[in-house]
């Protein structure tokens, strides 16, 4: 079975992000990019599948600038097989890029595709859920454990009350969430060897999908500053504040 | 304009995300609830009472019994032919089904939205919060999920919706439901509570957090948070997580106890109206959102203030 790991450069999860002045957004020039972290998890789980005798293959795709091919290197020297960059200058939307993930599974016939739940730049968690759709798959979002047996995934998936368990035939679309696993770091001869493991660069146009964007982004603006309060010396004047509050009698 | 809202129940009852919703679909049109689930008639006739709502739908199967995306989404395209906009609570059930429902009806959706500016232009958090944006749509439907804590929650009496039964689209096939462990307690809900206790890393262990953290909890009345250094570390389970990742929260008072105040902490509680912060680190960057700040070691600050309370 191939497992297909779509992978996104996005601002590295330790900068903070700052809101350009002209209110067009958030300013990418000269900062720390990686691989979304929820995606770090994607590949992670995909290799250890592979480890275990569940994949044979595990092909990262990345849809952006010609350089998230740095994010793809990340991925192949996390021990990813090969890699696919699908280019574009503009800004890919998660509809578009379900579309082309869509395209790309045609192709690959994956068993499994695995992304993040979150790109951590636009926070849409929409991706994986739209991919499932266009397939027509079964989704396991958010997993914290993923298993592979027979012609079934099992999923166990962290919801707001706590944790669901579901089993979805393959083919089939996970997404990560935080638990999931710790991704390995590449060691320095993994990231050696990664440089010559192949990766295939496309353009949207090569799969004929219609990316154009459905949202425009009017602008983008800092959120209201909280402003730093008091600090009380002591526990009962931390029970003053409280009973101002009217939080406690 | 019609909108159809996804109500998220328990079952038995219609959760306070759902009300959240109601608010941000009424900005746009006639609200229009869905009921989907299995032996749901109960909640169907709470929904109905939930005031501004004009129509109840009601999908009441055993395909529906575990929300399952595969099976609810086909179900609410088909709705969608005569509503113009799909208003979901962004709940991990509604995260988990409206972008399935937005590539079926070929539609961006835009997550999360904070409020609603007219004419299908709406706000939303991008970057953990850190940043907000203004965006347009231009499909030609709306498919919107809706931060609870950015909208007032609808009265849940005083409407007299009809209730109107929708046929079932049948099971996908893909996906079934094997279990759930769903963590009972009698502590107010995260979203909903209007104190909140979070601990974190500064804790320990599972025996410190239930010590310290639980006593104070019980004295306040307060639901009980943690940041995600607390979870990983096993002193409380996933569902108390608050921050971009987990829960979205805005109490009346959020006590943050050991907790260093990471960005990503910060998105989840930064809206809250009143911060307390008890760090042993006076430049923690928790206090730079702190009303009031404590600086001094939890483990004597948090059991003195609990006795003293
Ligand atoms: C993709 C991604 C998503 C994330 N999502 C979330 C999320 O949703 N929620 C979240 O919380 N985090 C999230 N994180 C993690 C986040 O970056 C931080 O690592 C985490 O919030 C830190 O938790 P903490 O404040 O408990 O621990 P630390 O940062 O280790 O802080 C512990 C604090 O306790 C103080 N302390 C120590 N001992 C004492 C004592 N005796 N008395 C008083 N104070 C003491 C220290 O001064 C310190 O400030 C995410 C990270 C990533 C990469
Ligand atoms: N441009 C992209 N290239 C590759 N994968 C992506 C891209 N955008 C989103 N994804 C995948 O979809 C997941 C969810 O992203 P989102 O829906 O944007 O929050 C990410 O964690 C990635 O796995």
Redo the contacts with the bound molecule.
């Keep these: 079975m191939k497992i297909l790991?779509?992978?996104?450069r996005v601002l590295d999860y330790n900068v903070k992000p700052r809101v350009k002045a002209d209110g067009t957004g958030v300013d990418l020039a000269n900062v720390k990019m990686s691989m979304?972290p929820?995606?770090e998890i994607?590949v992670e789980e995909a290799i250890r599948l592979r480890e275990k005798g569940v994949a044979t293959e595990v092909v990262a795709?990345?849809?952006?600038e010609a350089k998230?091919q740095e994010t793809l290197r990340t991925a192949l020297a996390m021990g990813a097989d090969r890699a696919i960059l699908v280019t574009s200058e503009d800004k890919?939307e998660?509809l578009g890029?379900a579309k082309l993930?869509k395209a790309i599974a045609d192709e690959e016939a994956p068993g499994l595709i695995i992304?993040?739940?979150?790109?951590i730049d636009?926070?849409?968690?929409?991706?994986?859920q739209?991919l499932a759709a266009l397939t027509g798959w079964g989704q396991g979002t958010f997993a914290s454990a993923v298993e592979v047996s027979g012609d079934t995934v099992t999923v166990t998936r962290e919801i707001d009350g706590g944790a669901e368990t579901v089993a979805l035939s393959l083919p089939a679309i996970v997404?990560t969430d935080l638990r999931l696993n710790e991704p390995r770091y590449a060691s320095l001869p993994n990231i050696m060897k990664a440089k010559s493991k192949p990766l295939a660069t496309k353009t949207a146009a090569d799969y004929g999908v219609d990316i154009a964007p459905r949202l425009s982004t009017l602008k983008v603006e800092e959120p209201a500053k909280r402003q730093a309060g008091v600090k009380v010396a002591d526990v009962d004047e931390l029970i003053g504040k409280l009973k101002a509050l009217g939080v406690v009698a | 304009m019609n909108t159809l809202v996804w109500v998220e129940h328990d079952g038995a009852a219609v959760k306070d995300a759902t009300l959240s919703a109601v608010t941000a679909a009424a900005q746009l049109g006639e609200v229009h609830l869905l009921v989907a689930g299995h032996g749901v008639g109960d909640v169907a006739t709470a929904a109905a009472a939930i005031a501004g709502v004009g129509k109840v739908h009601v999908a009441d199967d055993a395909a529906y019994a575990h929300a399952l995306a595969e099976n609810v989404a086909p179900l609410v395209a088909t709705l969608m032919g005569h509503h113009d906009a799909f208003v979901v609570p962004s709940t991990s059930t509604g995260k988990n089904i409206a972008?399935r429902v937005a590539a079926l009806l070929d539609v961006m959706q835009i997550s999360d939205i904070l409020s609603v500016e007219g004419d299908a232009t709406f706000t939303r958090p991008i970057y953990a919060g850190n940043a907000i944006a203004t965006v347009k749509s231009s499909d030609a439907k709306l498919v919107l999920t809706v931060r609870g804590t950015a909208f007032a929650k609808a009265a849940s009496t005083g409407g007299a919706a009809v209730i109107e039964a929708v046929a079932a689209a049948g099971d996908s096939g893909k996906a079934s439901f094997v279990s759930s462990e769903i963590a009972k307690s009698e502590r107010p809900e995260l979203t909903s509570a209007k104190i909140i206790v979070s601990g974190g890393r500064a804790l320990q262990n599972a025996e410190n957090f239930q010590a310290i953290i639980e006593p104070l909890a019980d004295k306040l009345g307060a639901g009980v948070g943690a940041s995600r250094a607390a979870v990983d570390a096993g002193y409380v389970p996933n569902d108390y997580q608050v921050g971009q990742t987990g829960k979205i929260v805005a109490p009346e008072v959020y006590v943050a106890v050991g907790i260093s105040g990471a960005i990503q902490h910060l998105a989840g509680m930064k809206d809250s109206k009143t911060i307390i912060a008890i760090n042993k680190d006076e430049d923690a960057p928790i206090f730079q959102v702190a009303d009031i700040g404590l600086v001094g070691d939890l483990f004597k600050i948090v059991p003195e203030l609990t006795g003293k309370l």
């Design positions: 790991v779509p992978v996104k979304n929820f995606d994607a795709v990345s849809i952006g998230a890919v998660p890029v993930l992304l993040g739940k979150q790109a636009d926070d849409n968690n929409q991706t994986g739209m997404t | 972008p």
